[in-house]
C-alpha cells in the first residue's frame, strides 16, 4: 500500500509559500479619486460634528447663543431738556441730573470705571459733573443718547444709553461683562 506523500509536501509547498514575505504584494496606492472621496466623507462628517460641538462647547463655558438682554423699547434720541431730571434703579437708587451739568448720585447703579479703565466700586453717593451726546455706533445702528456722568473729584465715570419712549425714557447699561445678563436700569420719575 503505498501512500504518497506529494500532497502533503505540496501543502506545506503552497502554505510556505504564502507567508514568505517575498510573494506580498506592496501596497498600492490610492488614486486621486479615492483620496478625494475619503476627504468628501471626512468633510461631510466633520460638518455635523462642529455645528453640533462649537455650540455646545459655548454652551459649557458659560456662553448662550443670543444676544445679551436690553430693556424693552428702541433705542431713544433725548434732548439735554430731557435728561434733566430724577432717575431711579429698581433698587431705590437715585440719579439727580441738573440743568447746570451737574449730578448728585445716592446709590444709583452703574457700570463704574476710573480714568484706567478698571472696574471699581459703585460710589454709594457722589456727586460730578455730566454730558450727553447722540450718535450711531455704525451704519445699520440707530443713533442713540449716552449719557456720561464722572464723579469729582475721583474721576470715577460711567456711561448709560437711552432706551424706551420719550414718555417712559430709560438710562441703562450692562453691569461687568454684556455676556453675563446683569443691567442696571434708571426710569425717570415724574
Known amino acids: 500500500m503505498g501512500i504518497s506523500k506529494e500532497p502533503s509536501e505540496r501543502a506545506e509547498t ?27 466623507v471626512a468633510g461631510l462628517l466633520l460638518v455635523p460634528a462642529v455645528l453640533v460641538g462649537g455650540p455646545a462647547a459655548l454652551l459649557m463655558m458659560g456662553r448662550t ?8 423699547g428702541a433705542a431713544l434720541v433725548l434732548q439735554a431738556e430731557a435728561v ?23 446709590g444709583a447703579c452703574g457700570d463704574f470705571v476710573d480714568e484706567d479703565l ?27 443718547t449716552a ?6 473729584p475721583s474721576a470715577v465715570w460711567t456711561e448709560y444709553e437711552a432706551r424706551g419712549t420719550t414718555r417712559r425714557p430709560v438710562l441703562w447699561t450692562y453691569i461687568g461683562d454684556p455676556d453675563n445678563g446683569e443691567l442696571c436700569v434708571l426710569e425717570k420719575q415724574p
Not at 121 to 143: E, H, I, L, Q, V
Request: zero cysteines; hydrophobic letters at 30%; aromatic letters at 6%.
Open 14 to 40: 503552497t502554505l510556505h509559500e504564502d507567508v514568505n514575505p517575498r510573494n506580498v504584494r506592496p501596497p498600492q496606492r490610492f488614486s486621486r479619486r479615492t483620496i478625494a472621496t475619503a476627504l468628501g
Open 147 to 152: 449719557v456720561h456722568i464722572a464723579f469729582a
Open 84 to 106: 434733566v431730571g430724577t432717575w431711579q434703579d429698581d433698587r431705590g437708587g437715585q440719579l439727580l441730573v441738573r440743568p447746570d451739568g451737574s449730578f448728585t448720585s445716592v
Open 65 to 72: 447663543l443670543s444676544p445679551p438682554p436690553v430693556p424693552q
Open 118 to 144: 478698571n472696574s471699581v466700586f459703585t460710589p454709594d453717593s457722589g456727586s460730578g459733573t455730566w454730558s450727553s451726546s447722540s450718535s450711531a455706533d455704525g451704519n445699520d445702528d440707530p443713533r442713540v
